[in-house]
T-cell receptor, first 112, second 113 residues
């Protein structure tokens, strides 16, 4: 299967940490991604993790990968109102035609 | 100034008409993709192309057609056979097999009445 699943909605207070979770099914995925989409716009790549890594930190963003459970998470430290957006988890499939499949997106609402 | 352009940003059509959405990239990327986004359903892959003159159906190709005659262009035609064409359409590109980053265009919102 090629599904990516994530919860629909998350609400946090400004200054708190946000954790967005995702599960995927393709164990052969080489890269896993987090994208951010603001209203009416395209997708912006926030960060990615290679499948042989457990963790990646990039400023306020921390990605954790549990390959055994096929679980990916994105932690945003010190969440700001500008972080309000939809966050998509995605996986890059290996194989002849390398396609990317996306989760449904988690809408993050940051309360001032 | 490199990137992916999609035009127009908003497109309106009457039911029964075919319509072609433009996607152009000047990143010299080999692979290009078309996605459809509906509220509550995330992104679904319509078609993708790994190289010029080659393309593959994605998960929801019915009612759509594409061409890849030039490396920089990957137009998508929404035909009258597509039952629910109103959606936000996103084009993306990726450099090649060993590249991890997929770049997205700004999207075209198609409304069919």
């Amino acid at each position: 299967g090629e599904d990516v699943e994530q919860s629909l909605f998350l609400s946090v207070r400004e200054g708190d940490s946000s954790v967005i979770n995702c599960t995927y099914t393709d164990s052969s995925s080489t890269y896993l991604y987090w994208y951010k989409q603001e209203p009416g716009a395209g997708l912006q790549l926030l960060t990615y993790i290679f499948s042989n890594m457990d963790m990646k930190q990039d400023q306020r963003l921390t990605v954790l990968l549990n390959k055994k459970d096929k679980h990916l998470s994105l932690r945003i430290a010190d969440t700001q109102t500008g972080d309000s957006a939809i966050y998509f988890c995605a996986q890059l499939h290996s194989g002849g035609y390398q396609k990317v499949t996306f989760g449904i997106g988690t809408k993050l609402q940051v309360i001032p | 100034d490199g990137g992916i352009t999609q035009s127009p940003k908003y497109l309106f059509r009457k039911e029964g008409q075919n319509v072609t959405l433009s996607c152009e990239q000047n990143l010299n990327h080999d692979a290009m993709y078309w996605y459809r986004q509906d509220p509550g359903q995330g992104l679904r892959l319509i078609y993708y192309s790994q190289i010029v003159n080659d393309f593959q159906k994605g998960d929801i190709a019915e009612g759509y057609s594409v061409s890849r005659e030039k490396k920089e262009s990957f137009p998508l035609t929404v035909t009258s056979a597509q039952k629910n064409p109103t959606a936000f359409y996103l084009c993306a590109s990726r450099e090649g097999r060993d590249s991890y980053e997929q770049y997205f265009g700004p999207g075209t919102r198609l409304t069919v009445t």
